[in-house]
């Protein structure tokens, strides 16, 4: 069996031989040459667990000289919770009389905690009897950082793809920065808050939370200079940076941004800034209950995000356009016909699922090709764009409509019975008359016309209800035209 670090290869022949100079060595000061030329920490112990011999190594590597090593046990020198392990292990040693290697945590000079291989054997006298334990440790802290940090990159890059999946399926019903959260907190073990901030000149707005107790956060911003962020980072956001205790910036009564669901205090965070499209910065904070939460290996996990989010953002803004494309009308916003039949049989299935009324309505603006002849197609697009605004804004946000060609528009109503819905379209008829529209220097004014065709009365399908509606728009035009 061989285990391996960067400085040594230590096998069992090696831990026999250092038995074995422990068992011939003739007195204490050649015991102590011979283990101090060892670079890597090295221990004896007697049965009863009390350190008899260490070298210079290991005295260095957990901080503490020999008088305060030697004569004493692994309780002396070790966290209690650490003690205890390391005893247990020295018991089964003990017992076992077999090579024992195994990975633990060791605490370093600096208080840090390492990752170590232990390799023991046994001391035996001559009736094979156990008498003690040497102990060799190799440091593979640098080795489990290594798999910690990737181990870490392919979890954010599962999250990732997870999102970008969301995205290619869901663009216009998702919101990609609470998504984003949920992920990302959910991801770290470490991890209880978060926020997702957007950073505009003086002021911080939030664009998503995680377990904080406020819900008018949407209407909530910060001042930049009074932000304790900006206080840590002093005003330049470009690498994730850590703060290990929000302590010393809260001394007094915490801020309604920090309170969280549970209770409990936010201690540290890690700050992730990603610039996002040209002037727009975003900060993503990660916040723990624990202090010092966060190490070296998450603010390299933290750059690795700030590297892939921007082009996750990037096709997300590429599909909901692309979406939007497909779905609306570039010139008033509204539906397009294919989006607008789509919506429509859905809601046609839930009426005809509830026994409930719903209106399809047909409109057709009057004289838009006069004013396209007469002022321009600039005053004829702003014609059609006013009529836009101007239905959507009498009517709810419930109320769907549609343009489905030059001049004509559809309107879906699910929650106005059909006599109440014709009275208010007369009344909005003569208002619209009324209106002055203006545009590159021209006034003028329009009119519209409508059909009204209404589930399960009048039809019981799509087209049914087109056909209906259509019929109706044109008598409406038609009886005004023989009237004026």
């Known amino acids: ?157 599962d999250v990732l793809i997870h999102i970008s999946h969301v995205i290619n399926q869901k663009s216009d019903q998702i919101n990609f920065y609470h998504l984003l959260l949920d992920q990302l907190v959910l991801s770290f073990r470490h991890v209880d808050y978060g926020y997702v901030y957007s950073i505009n000149d003086e002021r911080v707005e939030f664009l998503a939370n995680f377990g904080h107790d406020h819900d008018n956060l949407p209407n909530y911003y910060l001042s930049l200079k009074d932000w304790y962020i900006n206080e840590h980072a002093k005003g330049i956001f470009n ?53 010092a939460a966060f190490s070296a290996i998450d603010i390299c996990i933290a750059e690795y995000i700030q590297l892939q989010l921007p082009i996750i953002y990037r096709f997300y803004a590429l599909n909901k356009e692309t979406l939007l494309l497909s779905r609306y009308d570039s010139l008033t916003g509204l539906m397009n016909r294919g989006y607008f039949n789509t919506i429509f049989e859905d809601r046609l299935k839930f009426a005809a699922r509830d026994n409930h009324k719903l209106s399809l309505i047909m409109f057709d603006l009057d004289g838009l090709k006069v004013i396209n002849d007469n002022f321009g197609h600039a005053c004829g697009d702003a014609y059609l764009k006013h009529f836009a605004n101007f239905i959507k804004n009498q009517f709810r946000s419930t109320d769907t409509f549609a343009r489905i060609g030059g001049d004509e528009f559809l309107g879906i109503f699910t929650t106005t019975d059909p006599y109440t819905l014709r009275k208010k379209l007369t009344l909005l008829q003569t208002l619209y008359t009324q209106l002055v529209i203006e545009e590159d220097k021209f006034s003028f004014s329009g009119r519209f016309s ?20 259509d019929i109706k728009m044109y008598s409406d035009k038609k009886h005004y035209k023989s009237n004026t």
């Open 1 to 157: 069996m061989k285990f391996e670090n960067a400085n040594r290869h230590f096998t069992k022949s090696e831990i026999d031989a250092i038995t074995k100079a422990i068992e011939t060595a003739r007195d204490v000061s050649f015991l102590e040459t011979m283990i101090d030329i060892m670079p890597s920490p090295i221990f004896y112990k007697d049965k009863k667990g009390i350190y008899r011999f260490c070298n210079q190594a290991f005295c260095d590597y957990i901080g503490l000289p020999k008088a305060l090593i030697i004569g004493h046990t692994v309780y002396d020198v070790a966290p209690i919770n650490l003690a205890h392990i390391y005893h247990q292990r020295d018991m089964d040693l003990l017992q076992s009389q077999e090579l024992q290697v195994y990975e633990s945590s060791v605490k370093y000079h600096d208080g840090s905690l390492h990752d170590v291989i232990f390799h023991k054997t046994v001391h035996l006298d001559d009736q094979q009897n156990s008498i003690g334990i040497v102990g060799v440790m190799v440091d593979i802290t640098k080795q489990k950082d290594t798999e910690r940090l990737i181990q870490g990159q392919n979890i954010i890059k």
């Open 239 to 291: 690498e994730p940076d850590v703060i290990e205790r929000l302590d010393e910036y809260f001394t007094e009564k915490l801020p309604i941004e920090m309170k969280t669901i549970d209770g409990r205090k936010v201690q540290s965070c890690i700050y992730i800034p990603i610039e996002l499209k040209e002037n727009k910065l975003i900060l993503l904070v990660l916040e723990s209950a624990s202090v």
């Open 450 to 469: 409508y059909g009204i065709a209404t589930f399960p009365d009048d039809a019981d399908t799509v087209d049914g209800l087109l056909t209906i509606a």
